[in-house]
């Protein structure tokens, strides 16, 4: 069906008004200006549940047994359609959960199974998630029925965890409470190539250094959930799959342990997919035919099903009894000798040199014939690099702990980006703190906060401190996978209390008065902090001649270094703060793209960040006590000075050596001021432009105080789950 606009136009006696498909944006001619959008999705306009719908409400009503029933029922359902591999779907299950869960990556906490997102573009329609809408579109049915009561992502998430119990695996628990997304995440970055599977080079800065792929992403290639099956672009070596394994996994979260696990218990169910040739394939859905009704790579030569389905073009089971959970994938590896060969497909893979036929799995639509295992180079990897062949021995001699360890980590896994253990709902929830979950323990609320507040005012430390302290505590949340925030008061542990972004001088000060103060009230020290930072911009307020009231909720916790895992807080050190006019050194990334990234993870709107922006820099709470972007005359007072100057005619801005600007009154020519980017975007991006404006006219100088306190507020509780369950 032709859609292109440019091509009918002309012949159409319709007018073409609307920029109706996704490849046309007004936009699209200044490719280089702010995708301010990522700080617009998921609107309330987008969502069809309408603005009184509670998933979490909904998800009371669900009953969970039926639906486990249910989802057990379907394992072996097998429909005409898309008939089940030997009469079992528990290997498309699992593997369509593990394509939705292993796009997390740690250095920005997006990907994940939180959203429901592999309903979208690009997922639905990567090719390493070939055949992932048929486990979805099975699944559908069970969609239909408990409708509100279950979300596309917690399904997602629940199916494959049930797929391994339907297998024998007795799974460590499962948590519910993902809510779904309504259209794609338009935030996250894939990678720069704009051709699928590209090779790695493109993303490695030396593909022969695993950790040499560029940062934030966790695969190998675009398109690829991991690594490539195949070898190294396509090269078989499994000891240098394995060196691009555990690069790839680590930004998974996952150790050497975990790794080998989840790849072994993994390729214990299912089985790969490639007996006949990939150019008879229908294309991925998103671009599929409209009659296609959103499912893709179907085969209109073959039959395209059963044994001749083609995924990966890879072809064989990994195990003996592959809808069995039991330890047969190590004594397939260890007990045989495997020698390189090609599948029907054309694809290299390993197979055994020799093999008892009793040991070979069957045919997926008859039993009597049986053909080769197979194992991709990554399988092979755990046999020959040193440190996997060790832990796959141990896995291999004592089926008990592999069985334990590969629990864990699947629901580490599937859990990864749903926040931590106050968000799980559930029976089947486990009640266990786990260290990677970044407990807190909850805190007080029953203390006097009038008081309190009373005795920090006295302690004599400046609002900009106390404001500074607070922002620091609290900007580290991150909306993708919800870590992060001001709850625990982290920022007094290692390793956050030596980032240099914390002014660790200033930060050890400031807690030095702090910490009494809520030893003797009874409050947590995240408490303290917050309410200090709270007072802090009352005081701002006042100077300004506004009598304003910052909300605060008490009940934050204090976590300790046992509560910590230090090393998995390297990825949220802040190594740029615009809101603090700060960046720890050069970035090939632009700073005002710094902080628009920073924004999107904070969950703050463009007016948000704005009025942010506005506010901190006439509270003088630069990073260092720089004055960059101070625009105001009377610093500390919570004025609208920083807007009413940067649209000030009346003021020159010129760029000086060194990347910085000077504003100049334009008659004099004396520098009143000095700006980075950060602040300029503000004035230069038509679209920041409009809200700086907002905030610059004279009616909106209360408006300004307001929104800025309300942003602040929303900064400070992002972290409070229980505030806003
Ligand atoms: C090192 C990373 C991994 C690689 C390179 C890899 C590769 C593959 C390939 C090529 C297939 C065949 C797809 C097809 O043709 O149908 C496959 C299937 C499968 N994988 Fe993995 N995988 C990896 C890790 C994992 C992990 C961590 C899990 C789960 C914890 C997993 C679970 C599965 C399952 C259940 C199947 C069977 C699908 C079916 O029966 O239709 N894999 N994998």
Redesign the pocket.
């Known amino acids: 069906m032709d859609t292109n606009k440019a091509k009918s136009v002309g012949k159409c006696p319709v007018a073409h008004g609307g920029m109706t498909t996704a490849g046309t944006s007004v936009t699209n001619w200044w490719p280089n200006a702010l995708n301010l959008d990522i700080l617009h999705q998921h609107d309330r306009k987008t969502n069809p549940m309408g603005p009184d719908f509670n998933y979490r409400d909904e998800l009371k009503k669900l009953d969970v047994a039926a639906l486990k029933a249910d989802l057990r029922a379907l394992m072996t359902d097998s429909q005409d359609w898309w008939p089940a591999?030997w009469g079992s779907y528990v290997?498309?299950m699992?593997?369509m959960t593990?394509h939705a869960a292993?796009t997390y990556r740690i250095t920005d906490g997006r990907g994940g199974t939180a959203t429901g997102n592999q309903r979208f573009a690009p997922l639905n329609s990567w090719p390493d998630n070939a055949?992932t809408d048929k486990p979805r579109r099975l699944l559908w049915p069970i969609k239909k029925k408990y409708g509100n009561r279950i979300s596309w992502a917690d399904l997602i998430a629940l199916a494959g965890t049930m797929a391994y119990e339907e297998a024998g695996l007795k799974t460590y628990g499962f948590a519910f409470g993902r809510e779904d997304i309504w259209h794609p995440e338009k935030d996250i970055y894939w990678g720069e190539e704009t051709e699928w599977l590209a090779p790695s080079d493109s993303r490695y800065g030396d593909v022969a250094d695993a950790k040499s792929l560029d940062n934030p992403l966790a695969a190998v290639q675009m398109g690829l959930i991991?690594?490539?099956?195949e070898g190294v672009n396509g090269k078989s070596d499994p000891l240098k799959t394995a060196a691009m394994?555990r690069e790839t996994f680590a930004r998974m979260a996952m150790n050497d342990e975990e790794t080998v696990a989840?790849?072994a218990?993994?390729?214990t169910?299912?089985?790969?997919?490639?007996n006949g040739s990939a150019a008879n394939l229908s294309p991925a859905p998103e671009s599929g035919d409209i009659a296609d009704q959103g499912l893709g790579w179907l085969n209109r030569v073959g039959r395209g099903v059963g044994r001749d389905t083609v995924?990966?073009?890879?072809e064989g089971a990994w195990t003996t009894h592959p809808t069995t959970w039991d330890n047969g994938f190590f004594t397939m590896l260890f007990d045989h000798e495997w020698e390189l060969r090609k599948s029907p497909a054309g694809a290299s893979q390993w197979e055994p040199v020799a093999i008892k036929d009793a040991d070979k799995p069957a045919d997926v639509e008859d039993p009597a014939r049986r053909y080769n295992p197979m194992m991709?180079d990554?399988d092979m990897a755990l046999k020959v690099d040193p440190a996997y062949r060790a832990i796959s021995l141990r896995f291999r001699d004592d089926f008990a702990y592999f069985e334990k360890v590969f629990a864990r980590a699947?629901f580490k896994?599937t859990h990864r980006d749903l926040g931590p253990r106050s968000r799980y709902l559930g029976p089947d929830a486990p009640s266990e703190d786990l260290i990677w979950q970044d407990p807190v323990p909850k805190g007080r609320t029953d203390y006097d906060v009038a008081a309190l507040k009373s005795r920090i005012a006295a302690a004599g430390l400046t609002p900009a401190e106390m404001i500074a302290t607070a922002w620091d505590s609290a900007r580290t949340f991150r909306g993708s996978d919800r870590r992060g925030g001001a709850n625990g008061a982290r920022i007094r542990l290692a390793p956050q209390k030596d980032w240099p972004g914390n002014e660790p001088d200033r930060l050890r000060r400031v807690l030095a008065v702090l910490e009494p103060i809520a030893a003797s009230a009874g409050a947590s020290v995240a408490d303290v902090i917050v309410l200090a930072g709270n007072l802090g911009l009352e005081q701002a307020a006042r100077a300004a001649g506004l009598d304003l009231s910052v909300p605060f909720a008490p009940g934050r916790g204090d976590a300790s270094d046992a509560m910590t895992d230090a090393a998995s807080f390297a990825v949220l050190e802040p190594v740029h703060d615009g809101f603090r006019n700060w960046l720890k050194q050069d970035y090939a990334v632009s700073p005002e793209e710094l902080l628009l990234d920073r924004a999107q993870l904070m969950g703050l709107t463009a007016a948000e960040m704005t009025v942010l922006i506005g506010g901190m820099r006439v509270l003088g709470t630069n990073h260092g006590g720089a004055t960059h972007g101070q625009f105001t005359d009377r610093p500390g007072a919570l004025t609208n000075d920083f807007f009413v100057n940067l649209t000030d005619m009346a003021n020159a801005w010129v760029p000086v050596a060194g990347g910085g600007y000077e504003i100049r009154d334009r008659k004099t020519g004396a520098v009143k001021w000095t700006a980075t980017r950060v602040d300029l975007v503000f004035g230069s991006n038509s679209v920041l432009r409009s809200y700086a404006e907002v905030y610059a006219q004279d009616d909106n100088r209360q408006k300004f105080a307001r929104d800025f306190v309300a942003a602040w507020v929303k900064v400070m509780n992002a972290d409070r789950f229980d505030l806003h369950a």
């Open positions: 591999d290997g498309t699992a593997r593990w292993g055949n991991y690594v490539n099956p394994m989840l790849t218990g993994g390729h169910i299912g089985k790969a997919h490639g995924v990966s073009g890879l991709t990554a699947w896994l």
